[in-house]
Antibody, heavy 117, light 107 residues
Framework: QVQLVQSGAEVKKPGASVKVSCKAS????????INWVRQATGQGLEWMGW????????GYAQKFQGRVTMTRNTSISTAYMELSSLRSEDTAVYYC??????????WGQGTLVTVSS | DIQMTQSPSSVSASVGDRVTITCQAS??????LAWYQQKPGKAPKLLIY???SLQSGVPSRFSGSGSGTDFTLTISSLQPEDFATYYC?????????FGPGTKVDIK
């Protein structure tokens, strides 16, 4: 069965960076895009960007341009999302999700990133 | 970016009720619309894609309709496990964008 398993919760100080991993199993990792979506507590869903694991091509929402980097290691079927220059407003649950076009059919369990001094 | 709106923002309903949620896009998106269900503390779950196609494993009481700018998600007979927040998302153009969500709770 398709599974996306994310890394554990993180606590970071303002200005630091965080790197969240997303390990895929149950399908061919390079055949589907990986998207990243975040959700602040009590808020809605915010799409951050996508990556094609086959080519490594990426596309980021303008809001995160310059601060986010999405990469992958195909040998271990794992995608990564790194967000830099963290501020308190980045405190949220970060999800990876498999994409067929822009339809997100399988999601990771989420990773809570807390930014606090 | 395409803006998505949803109404109502919340609805109180009883088990067995028919519930309808609407979603509007700020410009035409053909049928490139998905619906997700999210329960507290859980990841969203894809229910409907391409406006009206039921994702595998999703009960048939869920249905979607619409095209262009106006879309509807209908739950024909609300079940206890359906109390959740529902989001629409346009899949027509970059960047994909979500609606603000509709919370379905118990009357």
């Amino acid at each position: 069965q398709v599974q996306l398993v994310q890394s554990g919760a993180e606590v970071k100080k303002p200005g630091a960076s965080v790197k969240v991993s997303c390990k895929a199993s149950g399908y061919t990792f390079t055949s589907y895009d990986i998207n990243w979506v975040r959700q602040a507590t009590g808020q809605g869903l915010e799409w951050m960007g996508w990556m094609n694991p086959n080519s490594g091509n990426t596309g980021y929402a303008q809001k995160f341009q310059g601060r986010v980097t999405m990469t992958r290691n195909t040998s271990i079927s794992t995608a990564y999302m790194e967000l830099s220059s963290l501020r308190s407003e980045d405190t949220a649950v970060y999800y990876c999700a498999r994409g067929e076009q822009w339809d997100l059919d399988y999601w990771g369990q989420g990773t809570l990133v807390t930014v606090s001094s | 970016d395409i803006q998505m709106t949803q109404s109502p923002s919340s609805v109180s309903a009883s088990v067995g009720d028919r519930v309808t949620i609407t979603c509007q896009a700020s410009q035409g998106i053909s049928s490139w619309l998905a619906w997700y269900q999210q329960k507290p503390g859980k990841a969203p779950k894809l229910l409907i894609y391409a406006a009206s196609s039921l994702q595998s494993g999703v009960p048939s009481r869920f249905s979607g309709s619409g095209s262009g700018t106006d879309f509807t998600l209908t739950i024909s007979s609300l079940q206890p496990e359906d109390f959740a927040t529902y989001y629409c998302q346009q899949a027509n153009s970059f960047p994909p964008t979500f609606g603000p969500g509709t919370k379905v709770d118990i009357k």
